[in-house]
């Protein structure tokens, strides 16, 4: 079974903050993605990777950054937290070039940034 | 522009047949998919269907697509009080070259006695 971990399940963070958001798997997936999951809006896409120190923006990229250093992990940045930025975050994995292209989930990452 | 909507809530009685409804946009999409997630959880995949077959039944589930109107449903019989979650509905559209998915808001399913 495909397994995505993410580092921690709740995070209460101070506004202006770093905060780091972990997230591996262990299935040798090219694609990791970071979505953030908010009411009524659904999932939507903050980066994604599909190699080691590749990244693209996604549909709100502002205000967080992204590192992949191996393949296996992926972390997500928030240069300095904002109220706005308290939201569940989820983390997702997938082959590249699978024709279903399944994605693979996390537990998701509760943030609050006081 | 790429977009996938579904209403946000639907009540059943237990036993009874629920029927979540999605509508999406680019008529190129290869795939749709319905994912399923529990509260305080992750999205766990339910099932997926190809853009060229119009009906898929895994068990309990049934879905049923309808390119011309763009149209996936996902039918879940007997619903169980174990079935209350929220449903997800995704599009792979054609031009996404990573791989992208576009998710719809969420369908809260709650299943009362």
């Known amino acids: 079974d495909v397994k995505v971990t993410q580092s921690s399940r709740y995070l209460v963070k101070r506004t202006g903050e770093k905060v780091f958001l972990e997230c591996v798997q262990d299935m040798d997936h090219e694609n990791m993605f970071w979505y953030r999951q908010d009411p009524g809006l659904g999932l939507r896409l903050i980066y994604f990777s599909y190699d080691v120190k590749m990244k693209e923006k996604g549909d709100i990229p502002e205000g967080y950054s992204v590192s992949r250093e191996k393949k296996e992990r992926f972390s997500l940045i928030l240069e300095s937290a904002s109220t706005n930025q308290t939201s569940m975050y989820l983390c997702a994995s997938s082959l590249r070039g699978g024709a279903k292209n399944i994605q693979y989930f996390g537990a998701g990452t509760r943030l609050s940034v006081l | 522009g790429e977009d996938v909507e579904q209403s946000l809530f639907l009540s059943v009685r237990e036993g009874d047949s629920s029927v979540i409804n999605c509508t999406y946009t680019?008529?190129?999409?290869?795939?749709l998919y319905w994912y399923k997630q529990e509260p305080g959880a992750g999205l766990q995949l339910l099932t997926y269907i190809f853009s060229n077959m119009d009906m898929k039944q895994d068990q309990r589930l049934t879905v049923l697509l309808n390119k011309k109107d763009k149209h996936l449903s996902l039918r879940i019989a007997d619903t169980q009080t174990g079935d209350s979650a929220i449903y997800f509905c995704?599009?792979?559209?054609?031009?996404?070259?990573?791989?992208?998915?576009?998710f719809g808001a969420g369908t809260r399913l709650a299943v009362h006695p």
């Open positions: 995704a599009e792979r559209p054609a031009s996404g070259g990573y791989n992208k998915l576009i």
């Open positions: 680019d008529s190129s999409s290869t795939y």
